[in-house]
């Protein structure tokens, strides 16, 4: 059971590159998420999936597209990369909610992009 | 103003006394509140969630809930070094318990 997984650890792209941030989980949660990390600042939602076939705009959306693959898959793309995307970006997954209670986030280990 | 708010410290405690973090949040029908604990380089990790007003325990660790003010606090009692860390405090959205938003965090230091 290995939790959630991200996929690259460490990534160094330049300025208009494009890539994807791939996340997994296999606790056949529903809900996933992407956050990103800058120092001092938390963490900002960008995107989350309430349940397969769903996506919703977090905090800060503007530079991403997120695909919800399955149930176990939550991909991230940055179509072109800028400066301001140099963070470290956490996937989460979640059972999911109800109007009276949320399940406890699980998070992977983290992305950690530079942008040259 | 942000959704929720934290005071980003360093908070400095010497070992052994009483931690007080505090949190408060925006959104007047959130329904469900957490405290993370993340260490330096690494992800969060779940230390206590909590749903209805008033206190929760679980060891040395305390969260307190007031909904009509919109705050929500965490007490490390006997407080440790292995206790330094920031801690996050993340909150639902009334408009979707699926989404959850976070403060910026705040840094704990406990002093030998």
């Known amino acids: 059971n290995a939790g959630v997984t991200q996929t690259p650890k460490f990534q160094v792209l330049k300025t208009g590159q494009s890539m994807t941030l791939q996340c997994a989980q296999d606790?056949?949660?529903?809900?996933m998420y992407w956050y990103r990390q800058d120092p001092g600042m938390g963490l900002r939602l960008i995107y989350y999936?309430?349940?397969?076939?769903?996506?919703d705009k977090g905090e800060v959306p503007n530079g991403y597209n997120v695909s919800r693959l399955n149930k176990r898959e939550f991909s991230l793309r940055l179509e072109s990369a800028a400066p301001s995307q140099t963070s470290v970006y956490f996937c989460?997954?979640?059972?999911?909610?109800?109007?009276?209670?949320?399940?406890?986030?699980?998070f992977g280990p983290g992305t950690r992009l530079t942008v040259l | 103003q942000k959704e929720v708010e934290q005071n980003s410290g360093p908070l400095s405690v010497p070992e052994g006394a009483i931690a007080s973090l505090n949190c408060t949040y925006s959104?007047?029908?959130?329904?469900?509140f957490f405290w993370y604990r993340q260490y330096s380089g690494k992800s969060p990790e779940l230390i206590m969630s909590?749903?209805?007003?008033g206190d929760k325990e679980d060891g040395r660790f305390t969260a307190q809930l007031n909904k009509a003010s919109q705050y929500v606090s965490l007490l490390i009692r006997d407080s440790q070094p292995s206790d330094s860390a920031t801690y996050l405090c993340?909150?639902?959205?009334?408009?979707?318990?699926?989404?959850?938003?976070f403060g910026s965090g705040t840094r704990l230091s406990i002093r030998p």
């Open positions: 989460a997954s979640t059972n999911g909610g109800s109007s009276l209670s949320t399940d406890t986030q699980y």
């Open positions: 606790m056949n949660h529903n809900s």
């Open positions: 999936s309430a349940s397969e076939g769903t996506t």
């Open positions: 959104d007047r029908g959130s329904q469900s």
């Open positions: 909590i749903y209805s007003n």
């Open positions: 993340a909150v639902t959205a009334y408009s979707s318990a699926s989404k959850i938003i």
